[in-house]
């Protein structure tokens, strides 16, 4: 092929490629999706969201985070935004395109130094503190911390004191008779009517430690749910039996659900400071304020002036009082 000169060559012999500065800039400018349907997240697998459409639990569909969406944390309870395809056949796949703000919020640590923090499940209206009266024995500080998470999360606290067969009751149920709260009991031989009417048409959290029942108690209330169960150890440690967090649908309830956690040994509270645990009971936090500066609110030795044990000795509360200080010396490290 002859060699070709400068006179022969045209402008459609000329490739120029534009420069970033000259191109033509990206639209930051993003879809409405006035479309879209708004769905709960009922369960999370590997970058899977499962989504109750309309809180309808005959209608799930299984989607992925969108792009532009990034990082956002989506979890159990969560009210997201669904567009795509919502039919939820087999092997289709929806797209979440926004999460609406949440009106609760349960979260916890690994531990008090733990900076890490985990969002358990969100907009749920209570929290279900499951705990056994035997086998494995209560343990009054985990269920203390699981209070101060629901009520600095926004959620209602509720204690279920399972396998009532095995010891009386009165004494804890009387320990926390100065709580704003609702005390139930349950029995494996006997059908838990009275905390199925408390959960009927809410959303529901149940946390607890492994081996007191919880997993039993869900599929008593959700016959269909077949949770894991394990029988406690020797040393008085359940099995952690549910790996994950699941939203379950409660039948002939109005709407309610269950969410089943994760079975855990530790309730770290890294989260929530001082302040805020002090504000957790509403009657101590006003009193507080008559308090010396700096109080520590721990009462003698370390704070001899704290008002707050005038303030008891003259309205009551001690149960409560007794109980933020159990809180403040975990966190102080002074106690176990």
Known sequence: MAKRGWRDLDESDIKVRPGRRNSRPRSKQRPAHADALVGMVVAVDRGRWTCAINGDPNHQVVAMRAREL?????????????????????????RIVGVDERTSVLRRTADDNDPYER?????????????????????????????????????????????????????????????DMTVLTTRPDAEPEELREVLSGRVSALVGHSGVGKSSLVNRLVPVAQRATAEVSEVGKGRHTSTSAVAMSLPDSAGGWVVDTPGIRSFGLAHVTVNDLVNSFEELAEAAEECPPNCGHLGAPEDPDCYLDEFVAAEGRREQLASLRRLLRSRAGRDE
């Open 70 to 94: 990034g990082r956002t944390p989506v979890v159990v309870g969560d009210r997201v935004r669904l567009v795509g395809d919502t039919s939820g056949k087999p092997d289709t796949l929806a």
């Open 119 to 179: 969002i358990v499940v969100a907009n749920a209206e209570q929290l279900v503190i499951v705990s056994s009266l035997a086998d494995p024995p209560p343990r009054p500080g985990f269920i203390d911390r699981c209070l101060i998470a629901a009520y600095s999360g926004g959620l209602t606290p509720v204690l279920c004191l399972t396998k009532a067969d095995l010891a009386d009751p009165d004494e804890w149920t009387a320990g926390y008779a100065d709580f």
